[in-house]
């Protein structure tokens, strides 16, 4: 007799996630900056490596494979043979190809057939200040087949702009962004950055009901005179793993993920100058397990302002 698989028969009260990332050997990108937040949070997460590198790509060289569309479904595949395609969340991050990215509108699709209230978490990596580091054809794909069948969004400043045809100059922009990608499909959007005037804020909208007004609002984040890796990847997960806590307070889930995040950097950029590093002559990588506690038990430093 087959035993039963603990995680489906006795679920974690707060989910199992399905996290569609890269993954490095060495350093915390991708899934390896999301899987242990989410764990640490209580969920069970079943990662799949879009690719596998040594190290990421801003070192001087990176060596490794890239999963392919296929081979993506063949795990997929693999899964469902043995009932074993239950989840409460889809989290995806950098994607490189048009083909798979179909594969995971395939397996969004698969997914909620399983479970109809699957929540997809996208985070639509595609650049950054104005350059695009995706192929540019995946802008289509994600404005007319993600957006639509996402549960919460989290693109950048240069992403919203690329999602909406809108540019973004001020927070009343910020907002009308949010709307209009609530109109296209996710009831949970969060500009994870966004610079106004010299300030860098995060907007965070959620639209509890189709028709109704979204409740809006924004957290000022300090300005870091450093570049991280990884921390994009990092802020999805932690806002995924508040939100489903806080279904309701998406402020009070932004809050403790932007808590949590800059206690890390913080923390990161310390142990970087005891090393005797400068911290702005490079990209830095995150001191993510010594960093735990602030993941598990947030102090709130930061605190969400509703628009009204």
Not at 58 to 66: D, E, I, L, S
Not at 115 to 137: A, F, I, R
Not at 164 to 192: F, Q, W, Y
Not at 264 to 282: C, E, F, M, V, W
Request: aromatic fraction near 8%; charged fraction near 20%; include cysteine.
């Amino acid at each position: 007799m087959v035993p039963p698989i603990l995680s489906l028969v006795l679920p974690s009260e707060t989910g199992r996630v399905l996290s569609i990332q890269s993954h490095t050997v060495q350093g915390y990108v991708g899934n390896k900056s999301a899987v242990f937040p989410l764990q640490l949070l209580g969920y069970d997460v079943d990662p799949i490596n879009s690719v596998q590198f040594s190290n990421h790509t801003g070192y001087p060289t990176f060596k490794g494979q890239v999963l392919n569309g296929q081979q993506l479904w063949e795990l997929m595949e693999g899964l469902e043979e043995n009932d074993l395609l239950y989840y409460t969340h889809l989290l995806t991050g950098y994607i490189g190809s048009v083909s798979f990215l179909s594969t995971v509108l395939e397996v969004v699709n698969k997914l909620r057939s399983v479970n109809p209230k699957l929540k997809y978490v996208c985070d639509p990596v595609m650049g950054d200040e104005g350059k695009l580091y995706v192929p540019s054809e995946l802008v289509s794909v994600y404005r007319e087949k993600v957006v639509p069948v996402a549960s919460m969004l989290t693109p950048n400043q240069f992403e919203a702009e690329l999602l909406t045809n809108l540019r973004i100059e001020s927070e009343k922009d910020g907002r009308e962004a949010c709307n209009i990608l609530h109109a296209a499909g996710p009831p949970m959007v969060v500009l994870t950055s966004i610079n106004i005037n010299g300030n860098l804020l995060l907007i965070g909208s959620h639209q509890k009901e189709k028709g109704l007004s979204p409740e809006q609002f924004k957290i000022v984040i300090p300005k870091i005179p450093a570049y991280f890796t990884g921390t994009g990847d990092l802020t999805t997960a932690l806002l995924l793993g508040w939100s489903n806590k806080y279904p309701d307070n998406l402020d009070k889930a932004a809050e403790l993920a932007v808590s949590s995040l800059q206690a890390l950097l913080q923390r990161t950029i310390n142990d970087y100058k005891s090393a005797g590093h400068d911290p702005k002559s490079s990209s830095l990588e995150i001191r993510l397990i010594q960093s735990q506690n602030d993941i598990r038990n947030p102090e709130i430093k930061f605190r969400a302002e509703r628009y009204t």
